[in-house]
T-cell receptor
Framework: GQQLNQSPQSMFIQEGEDVSMNCTSSSIFNTWLWYKQDPGEGPVLLIA?????ELTSNGRLTAQFGITRKDSFLNISASIPSDVGIYFC????????????FGGGTRLMVKP | DGGITQSPKYLFRKEGQNVTLSCEQN?????MYWYRQDPGQGLRLIYY???????QKGDIAEGYSVSREKKESFPLTVTSAQKNPTAFYLCASRGRGAYEQYFGPGTRLTVT
């Protein structure tokens, strides 16, 4: 089946630093979704990407849909303590159509 | 306010008892999903339903059961046959024609 590989698995950064994480697949995806999960809560949709090459921002967050359609990137600028959480990428499971394949997540920790 | 609710937030049960987790949505979404998340892990699909009175097994359906009698509700029963039921359970829903899933706040189940 399709798999999404996220890296890094975890990162521990200083407040104010920029953050980059990515999501790669051996299969083509036609939509990329980025979610954030705060500790003990459900994931919240941050950004949705629908077109190869698309670059979309949501406040300090910017996500890009890779040109090859096999990867996507999420950047966070000037990190703050509330950025702590797990960031998941996801894409539609083309075999099933109406399900999502999720990456394993990137755990972000921010030191004040 | 539109959204997905899960109750209760925390649930404690004795081993050998069945327990039902509630999930309700007022987003008028057709599809609903149940996921399981273990500490430090990603999301694993238990069951999903694309329409009332119909549901399909996900990757880890053994020991679980669901029903979809109403569009708004998709309860999950964790049966005594589930060997390791302690986990964080997330419900999600999706609108027709969309890929994005929207999650509830989760229920943390502890079985001792």
């Amino acid at each position: 089946g399709q798999q999404l590989n996220q890296s890094p698995q975890s990162m521990f950064i200083q407040e104010g630093e920029d953050v980059s994480m990515n999501c790669t697949s051996s299969s083509i995806f036609n939509t990329w979704l980025w979610y954030k999960q705060d500790p003990g809560e459900g994931p919240v949709l941050l950004i949705a990407l629908y077109k190869a090459g698309e670059l979309t921002s949501n406040g300090r967050l910017t996500a890009q849909f890779g040109i090859t359609r096999k990867d996507s990137f999420l950047n966070i600028s000037a990190s703050i303590p509330s950025d702590v959480g797990i960031y998941f990428c996801a894409g539609p499971n083309n075999n099933a159509g109406n399900m999502l394949t999720f990456g394993g997540g990137t755990r972000l920790m921010v030191k004040p | 306010d539109g959204g997905i609710t899960q109750s209760p937030k925390y649930l404690f049960r004795k081993e050998g008892q069945n327990v039902t987790l509630s999930c309700e949505q007022n987003l008028n979404h057709d599809a609903m999903y149940w996921y399981r998340q273990d500490p430090g892990q990603g999301l694993r699909l238990i069951y999903y339903s694309q329409i009332v009175n119909d549901f399909q097994k996900g990757d880890i359906a053994e020991g679980y059961s669901v029903s979809r009698e109403k569009k708004e509700s998709f309860p999950l029963t964790v049966t005594s046959a589930q060997k390791n039921p302690t986990a964080f359970y997330l419900c999600a829903s999706r609108g027709r024609g969309a890929y994005e899933q929207y999650f509830g706040p989760g229920t943390r189940l502890t079985v001792t």
